[in-house]
């Protein structure tokens, strides 16, 4: 009787057994046939550019299949140019995707172009470079719909390096000069350092001439230069030297004269616009079209 009861006992484990292994069998066969979470980059906008760094902020699409809100636990990104990571990181905790629904999520990147310099010794300011993203987006889905996931995304891109451009002092010039009225001109060159196009916007600057500042304005009619491309700016000048002594009214009928060029400079480029510190000084020969005392 004994032995019998055991059997039927045995028997009944074992049914049980069937019973479980072929409910996870079917569980796994239903979470294998589920649609899965899926996620896509649908933009990459760079913003904030100056000569230190700028701003690429990444919008990840993802798409939630589930009957249920799936919270996003992290998304992680790194950033490589042929093969070399110069940058990583993570963005903030971003909520839930709604059940069923749709969210776009955004990842805010700044790169310092101090360390992508260093991480890519071979590039310098002025150039182009492409760059690939890989973001991972984990997702906290529930353990009954197999547990939580990490969704590989990546990205493809290009990023400048904007250098500022060169500003030469070409030519400091009077066409009439006399102790009431002084009127001239200094010719700047200015170069695109860059393989991109660069549109000069403004120009604030105050001119010193043997120490003495005689000018102080703003332009903005200004040339817009194609890569690698000189243009000219011409300043007009107009003085009283007798406002500004004796001293200063011979020191501009001289042959030499050091000159300061002092201000900033806006710089309008495809990728975004950004100020430059504009400080140049020198010693300039005067030339001289017209006299009269």
């Given at each position: 009787m004994t032995r019998a009861i055991g059997i039927r006992c045995f028997a009944v484990v074992l049914v049980a057994v069937q019973v479980l292994a072929s409910g996870c069998a079917t569980l796994e066969s239903a979470l294998a046939g589920l649609e899965k979470p899926t996620a896509r980059v649908v933009g990459a906008n760079l913003k904030g550019m100056s000569l230190d760094g700028i701003s690429i902020d990444f919008d990840v699409e993802v798409k939630n299949p589930y009957r249920v809100a799936l919270p996003v636990g992290s998304l992680d990104y790194a950033l490589a140019s042929e093969g070399r990571q110069f940058?990583?990181?993570?963005?903030?905790?971003?909520?839930?995707?709604?059940?069923?629904?749709?969210?776009?999520?955004?990842?805010?990147?700044?790169?310092?172009?101090?360390?992508?310099?260093?991480?890519?010794?071979?590039?310098?300011?002025?150039?182009?470079?492409?760059?690939?993203?890989?973001?991972?987006?984990?997702?906290?889905?529930?353990?009954?719909?197999?547990?939580p996931i990490v969704v590989p995304i990546s990205k493809e891109g290009s990023l400048p390096i904007p250098a500022p451009p060169r500003i030469d002092v070409r030519d400091v010039s009077w066409d009439e000069m006399n102790f009431t009225s002084a009127k001239g001109k200094v010719v700047l060159g200015i170069t695109n350092l860059n393989e991109f196009e660069a549109a000069l916007t403004k120009l604030d600057y105050a001119l010193s001439l043997g120490g003495t500042t005689i000018a102080k304005t703003k332009v903005t009619k200004l040339p817009k230069l194609g890569a690698g491309e000189t243009g000219e700016i011409t300043l007009p000048i107009s003085i009283k030297p007798m406002d500004?002594?004796?001293?200063?009214?011979?020191?501009?009928?001289?042959?030499?004269?050091?000159?300061?060029?002092?201000?900033?400079?806006?710089?309008?480029?495809?990728?975004?616009?950004?100020?430059?510190?504009?400080?140049?000084?020198?010693?300039?020969?005067m030339s001289k079209s017209q006299m009269s005392k």
């Amino acid at each position: 009787m004994t032995r019998a009861i055991g059997i039927r006992c045995f028997a009944v484990v074992l049914v049980a057994v069937q019973v479980l292994a072929s409910g996870c069998a079917t569980l796994e066969s239903a979470l294998a046939g589920l649609e899965k979470p899926t996620a896509r980059v649908v933009g990459a906008n760079l913003k904030g550019m100056s000569l230190d760094g700028i701003s690429i902020d990444f919008d990840v699409e993802v798409k939630n299949p589930y009957r249920v809100a799936l919270p996003v636990g992290s998304l992680d990104y790194a950033l490589a140019s042929e093969g070399r990571q110069f940058l990583s990181g993570a963005s903030a905790s971003q909520g839930s995707i709604p059940a069923r629904g749709v969210k776009t999520l955004r990842a805010p990147v700044t790169v310092r172009f101090g360390d992508l310099l260093s991480a890519l010794q071979t590039v310098r300011p002025g150039k182009v470079i492409p760059y690939t993203a890989d973001l991972r987006l984990g997702l906290d889905v529930p353990n009954e719909l197999g547990g939580p996931i990490v969704v590989p995304i990546s990205k493809e891109g290009s990023l400048p390096i904007p250098a500022p451009p060169r500003i030469d002092v070409r030519d400091v010039s009077w066409d009439e000069m006399n102790f009431t009225s002084a009127k001239g001109k200094v010719v700047l060159g200015i170069t695109n350092l860059n393989e991109f196009e660069a549109a000069l916007t403004k120009l604030d600057y105050a001119l010193s001439l043997g120490g003495t500042t005689i000018a102080k304005t703003k332009v903005t009619k200004l040339p817009k230069l194609g890569a690698g491309e000189t243009g000219e700016i011409t300043l007009p000048i107009s003085i009283k030297p007798m406002d500004l002594g004796l001293a200063v009214f011979n020191m501009l009928q001289g042959s030499d004269t050091s000159y300061a060029l002092k201000g900033s400079m806006g710089v309008k480029t495809p990728f975004g616009g950004f100020d430059v510190p504009v400080d140049q000084s020198g010693t300039s020969q005067m030339s001289k079209s017209q006299m009269s005392k």
